[in-house]
């Protein structure tokens, strides 16, 4: 595998910029899959890039913890379907890796539209929830459907992640949990979750795997780029907040777009 230094630093700057987007905005993925699909295939790209970012999803989890205050009846809801989701979705990469890198094409696009996106429907849910105020929770119909979307959404995180912070923050404008800060916490824990027992199924198939040729997990690339993505989420952002929040987002948005053209040709 490439370990010469141009390499290692692009890989450890692609998670350093994760890790600081994903305090921020969300998308890392958006930066780390790439580079890491650069010197790896597209399977192992994707299974080394969650396990790479998830110390830095824990990290932002911890960092929320006040916001959390109240939202736990919300989070003991929508905690089984994410697992059960995330479960599914690491199941299905680790039976069919083969067939990932036909669908990378598709799977960067809905990221790039999804990161697209969460700018107006932030905004349109600041306008929702501006208070902190907690109303009655879901119940019903009305409950299950978002226990529904809240899997469908976890399957795709545990199958490849990137854009599964704006989809459940669509969700959790309809569930009562209160202002923008709390849905954002909310959202961070339940990504953790999902990326939690997505790395357990991974660690659990390579660990498991004979054939080291097949083996998706290149910790010589992981364990730096988690070093280096937790340094990003704590340093990195106070950095990006200098900059014009709009500049960020169409640079990623960019990058996204320019990317599913370039996986499209191939």
């Known amino acids: ?9 692009t890989l450890a700057a692609s998670a350093f910029g994760a890790g600081a987007l994903n305090s921020i905005a969300g998308g890392g993925t958006l930066l780390t899959f790439p580079a890491l699909f650069a010197v790896v295939g597209p399977a192992a790209a994707n299974v080394t890039s969650t ?19 109240g939202a736990r009846r919300f989070l003991l809801q929508m905690l089984p379907p994410s697992l059960a989701g995330g ?11 083969e ?14 539209t999804l990161f697209l996106l969460q700018q107006p429907i932030n905004r349109a ?31 795709y995180g545990g199958y490849f992640g990137a854009g599964i912070g704006i989809l459940m923050l669509t969700s959790l ?6 202002s923008i800060h709390r849905m954002n916490a909310v959202k961070t824990v339940l990504a953790s979750a999902i990326n939690f027992v997505t790395v357990v199924v991974f660690l659990a198939a390579d660990a498991l795997q004979a054939d080291p040729a097949k083996r998706l997990i290149h910790w010589e690339y992981a364990g730096m780029m988690a070093v280096t993505a937790v340094a ?24 996204g777009f320019t990317l599913t053209a370039y996986y499209f040709s191939r």
């Open 51 to 69: 396990i790479a970012l998830l110390p830095g999803s824990f990290a932002g989890a911890w960092g929320y913890r006040r916001e959390l205050a």
């Open 232 to 255: 990003g989420g704590y340093l990195g952002a106070r950095v990006a907040r200098r900059l014009p929040a709009t500049a960020v987002r169409w640079t990623v948005v960019a990058i």
């Open 173 to 178: 404008g309809f569930m009562n949990v209160g």
């Open 99 to 112: 067939d990932f890198g036909t669908l990378v094409p598709w799977l960067i696009l809905t990221a790039a």
């Open 125 to 155: 849910l600041r306008q929702r929830r501006a208070d902190d105020t907690l109303h009655p929770p879901a119940t019903g119909v009305k409950l299950a459907a978002l226990v529904g979307f809240q899997f469908l959404t976890a399957t």
């Open 1 to 9: 595998m490439p370990t010469d230094p141009a390499t290692l630093i």
């Open 87 to 97: 479960l599914c979705g690491s199941l299905l990469m680790v039976a069919y890796p």
